[in-house]
């Protein structure tokens, strides 16, 4: 519970801060803009974060059903939102998962099918992002829609690397388990040399149940290709509708013409995969200083800044405050979070 009031504390403040940068220079055109916003393309905008839910349960639903296991698709829907609000408000995402585990484990499921289930969601939707991301490089490669900024460039490329080697890993695990055993805790080991690990027993453990989880969790995607296809389609066109947000908020701001649906998709791949970089919750602050860069190529001044507040309402503040009152109404769920 102290973990999670400090996670809301540096939220709170990250907020502020990026609050504070964001008005400073124009608060008054930011705020007539934004009380001036057209209302249909506003919910329209919200209406496209909850069926990127929807489409995050229905990958849900369609590992699960792979291994003859059933839950009513509203738990599944609901496991999403909450999923999202923990990974909000947590470091780099870590709490959405754990949390989402023990929501479905409370809903019916055993603890290991849950874990399987959670794992395997996650792989895909990783598989997703990739997949996003290497659209976007090419698009960019051939278009140029950001020319100008080189260490922007080099940070998405760096971005979209780690998140290669991930999957990379990952597959690795599947093909030789005692190997990626050996080389993950030997890494375990020296980040324990140099101080960045404080508890090597305790990550040890983690370390060896993660592989043996997701070990069992790829062997049971790999026997089903038809659920393999289904999720990574599903988690791709959940990515693309929450990449294309901004384009009805520049509507919702009378802005039909800045941003389209390619340039859109590009740049919001982009802030996405810069915002791995950010260990605080939401990535606050790296995140808006890539979305300012990259969009900042299209809009300028007032409609810029109004944009990126609405849209981060829209795409993260929208989840905590959904995801709240879905575990306020979970009370079980709520109690032993804390």
């Known amino acids: 519970m102290k973990k999670q009031r ?3 504390l540096l939220l709170v403040i990250a907020s502020f801060i990026v609050l504070y940068f964001v008005l400073k220079d124009d608060f008054e ?6 009380s001036n916003i057209n209302f249909g393309w506003f919910l329209f905008s919200v209406l496209i974060v909850l069926i990127y839910w929807l489409f995050q349960a229905l990958s849900l639903s369609a590992v699960l059903k792979s291994g003859k296991n059933k839950l009513p ?16 408000i947590t470091p780099s995402a870590t709490g959405g998962q754990p949390f989402q585990i023990y929501y479905l484990k409370k809903n019916g499921l055993r603890l290991g099918t849950a874990s399987n289930l959670v794992i395997e969601q996650s792989t895909l939707y990783q598989i997703a992002l990739v997949l996003m991301g290497l659209v976007a490089i090419v698009l960019n490669y051939f278009f140029d829609f950001f020319p100008s900024n ?9 971005g979209f690397t780690i998140n290669v080697i991930v999957i990379f890993l990952l597959i690795f695990i599947t093909i030789n388990k005692k190997l990626s055993r050996y080389i993950i805790l030997k890494i375990v080991k020296f980040l324990n040399r140099i101080k960045i690990i404080r508890d090597v027993d305790k ?25 393999l296809l289904k999720g990574i389609i599903f988690n791709f066109i959940a990515l693309t509708l929450l990449y294309i947000v901004p384009l009805p908020v520049a509507y919702s701001l009378g802005d039909y013409t800045s941003l389209n649906v390619i340039t859109t998709l590009v740049a919001s791949a982009y802030v996405m995969l810069i915002g791995v970089f950010v ?4 990535g606050s602050g790296g995140v808006e200083y890539a979305f300012v860069s990259f969009f900042g190529f299209y809009l300028t001044g007032s409609h810029l800044m ?20 879905v575990l306020i109404f979970n009370k079980g769920g709520a109690k032993k979070c804390e």
Not at 29 to 34: C, M, P, Q
Not at 210 to 219: D, Q, R, V
Not at 279 to 282: E, Q, S, T
């Open 6 to 8: 400090l996670n809301i």
């Open 29 to 34: 055109n930011v705020v007539n803009l934004i």
């Open 73 to 88: 698709f509203w738990i599944l829907y609901k496991s999403m939102i909450m999923c999202n609000f923990f990974s909000a």
């Open 150 to 158: 080189s260490i922007l460039k080099k940070l998405v490329l760096v």
């Open 203 to 227: 990550m040890k453990l983690k370390v060896e149940r993660f592989i043996e989880n997701f070990y069992t969790s790829a062997k049971s995607l790999n026997s089903n290709k038809k659920a």
């Open 279 to 282: 260990p605080i919750p939401g």
């Open 306 to 325: 109004a944009l990126l507040l609405i849209w981060r309402f829209i795409t993260y503040y929208f989840s905590i405050l959904i995801g709240g009152l």
